[in-house]
């Protein structure tokens, strides 16, 4: 089972480098959590586009290291808080994307819900204002607090935190709402964006994001980056 996992890690790793997440070796990570309460990192200063499943380490609940080697991240604490508070969470993603870094640096709590990229992302996004880097417990609760029972935080002038319940839909979450807040800056240079309505979007949202939705498109990216990769 946990060899399975770090297959699916190793996946989404190759997924969020692929679509431009990852901006280089020692920022960022995607994480999950087995049945069995561990939790698998990568280590520090490997690349997403490097890292294989064999690499994986595996930490207790408390950050221990019981599997693997090398240097663990020292923004793994942000993952095992908000894994403590949410039991529904078997994968959390951290990362640094472009559009996301500018949107947060702009904020006004929501985004335009432009195309059906953003429909998962309909009302409040939780915002997380502190910029330094979270390294302590204090500062991984508070991150956990500000995410409370939503799917995704946006870090000013950092990145985003995505949650989800399987690595599966961490890793389209994550690159969805970079797409979103792409289009949110570039539909806003040329005017006031007209989204779409409410209840269109709520719609929209409940049907794109199924599991056999997140299904499909994990089978789509998964496809283009072999096809690349051959």
């Known amino acids: 089972m946990n060899q399975e996992l770090r297959v699916r890690l190793e996946q989404a790793h190759r997924i969020l480098h692929m679509e431009g997440l990852a901006e280089d070796a020692s920022r960022g990570h995607i994480t999950a959590r087995s049945e069995d309460g561990r939790i698998y990192v990568k280590p520090w200063g490997v690349g997403f586009e490097d890292v294989r499943a064999r690499d994986f380490q595996g930490v207790d609940p408390d950050g221990n290291l019981i599997e693997g080697k090398g240097r663990v991240h020292s923004e793994l604490v942000l993952h095992l808080e908000i894994y403590r508070k949410r039991k529904d969470v078997?994968?959390?993603?951290?990362?640094?994307?472009?559009?996301s870094i500018l949107l947060s640096s702009v904020f006004k709590g929501k985004i335009h819900i432009l195309s059906h990229h953003a429909t998962q992302f309909v009302g409040k996004i939780p915002f997380y204002t502190p910029t330094e880097l979270i390294h302590s417990k204090k500062q991984a609760l508070n991150l956990a607090r500000t995410l409370e029972e939503r799917s995704l935080v946006l870090m000013k002038n950092h990145g985003i935190t995505a949650v989800g319940r399987t690595v599966e839909e961490?890793?389209?979450?994550?690159?969805?709402?970079?797409?979103?807040a792409k289009d949110h800056l570039l539909a806003s240079t040329f005017g006031k964006p007209s989204g779409m309505p409410l209840a269109v979007a709520k719609k929209m949202g409940a049907h794109s994001y199924t599991p056999s939705q997140v299904q499909m498109l994990w089978d789509y990216y998964w496809k283009k980056f072999t096809r690349k990769k051959g």
Not at 90 to 99: F, G, K, L, M, Q
Not at 170 to 180: K, L, P, S, Y
């Open 170 to 180: 961490t890793t389209i979450r994550a690159f969805q709402f970079e797409q979103a």
């Open 90 to 99: 078997s994968s959390i993603a951290h990362v640094h994307p472009y559009y």
